[in-house]
């Protein structure tokens, strides 16, 4: 018995594709950084100048000065409790929202690409705009910060979940149409229960995000720590700064931590 020949295909030419993709990359990117272009004017030699400014101040955040801890408690607290409130009012009004936003949930087109369209304008306005104009309403405080932070959950959590819904195998939901239920008791009975593990996920991933924005939500008055950090900012108090930003972090590590063991217990 003779063998059998087996011939190798030749390898595909890549090559091609990949000077293209990077061809278009650089030019991109030049047109996106040279002024001359249109680009965004990026001063180099401004950096040159003006590096002791930075470095100095970067010494300063490497000192802390612990003694402002009893300040930051009270501000800490009001931060954590804006999070939290925020994370689970947006997560009462997420479920439904995210059940009329997806399709398989709501084969209704034109009150989808309402909710949707309304999301989308939602999102697109930044979080300090909001908690700016609340703040003109309400007043300074940490009502305009806990409202600011449900809209902005708003728009995370229920454009992921919804998307979540849209790409998951809907033989599920085909099946409820089959055995002759209605749209509401599809959705509860068959897509809700489908969809927990994925909004439970988000909704911690929210909180998570909550407590850094907060922080930065109190430098317009929506109160919790970022008033402080206006604070101490505004008299040129670097080292108390640092300390401010080391609590900061261990509070968000904590949380994440938290959030990664309630998520392996969802799975």
């Known amino acids: 018995m003779t063998a059998t020949r087996l011939d190798v295909p030749a390898r595909p030419r890549t090559w091609p594709r990949t000077v293209a993709i990077a061809g278009a990359i650089i030019v991109i990117t030049l047109l996106t950084t040279l002024p001359a272009l249109g680009g965004v004017e990026i001063d180099l030699g401004a950096i040159a100048r003006n590096w002791g400014n930075g470095a100095d101040r970067i010494a300063k955040l490497m000192r802390p000065d612990l003694s402002i801890l009893p300040r930051t408690w009270q501000p800490l607290l009001e931060t954590l409790e804006m999070a939290l409130v925020a994370a689970a009012i947006s997560a009462a009004f997420a ?22 369209s309304v999301l989308n304008i939602i999102r697109a306005v930044p979080d300090l705009v909001y908690a700016t104009i609340l ?38 939901i085909e ?6 239920g209605t749209q509401t008791q599809i959705n509860r009975v068959t897509a809700l229960p489908q969809t927990w593990p994925v909004f439970a996920s988000q909704v911690l991933y929210s909180l998570e995000l909550n407590v850094r924005v907060s922080a930065i939500l109190g430098l317009v008055g929506a109160g919790g720590m970022g008033r402080l950090i206006d604070e101490v900012r ?34």
């Open 135 to 172: 703040v003109a309403m309400v007043g300074v405080g940490a009502l305009p910060g806990v409202i600011t932070l449900v809209l902005f959950d708003l728009g995370i959590v229920v454009k992921l979940v919804s998307e979540a819904i849209d790409s998951a195998d809907a033989a599920y």
């Open 95 to 116: 479920i439904p929202l995210s059940l009329w936003a997806a399709r398989p949930t709501n084969p209704n087109a034109p009150f989808r690409v309402a909710v949707r």
């Open 175 to 180: 099946a409820g149409r089959a055995a002759g």
């Open 234 to 267: 505004g008299f040129y108090r670097y080292d108390a700064l640092a300390t401010i930003i080391l609590e900061l972090l261990v509070v968000v590590i904590a949380i994440e931590i938290t959030s990664n063991v309630l998520r392996k217990r969802l799975r």
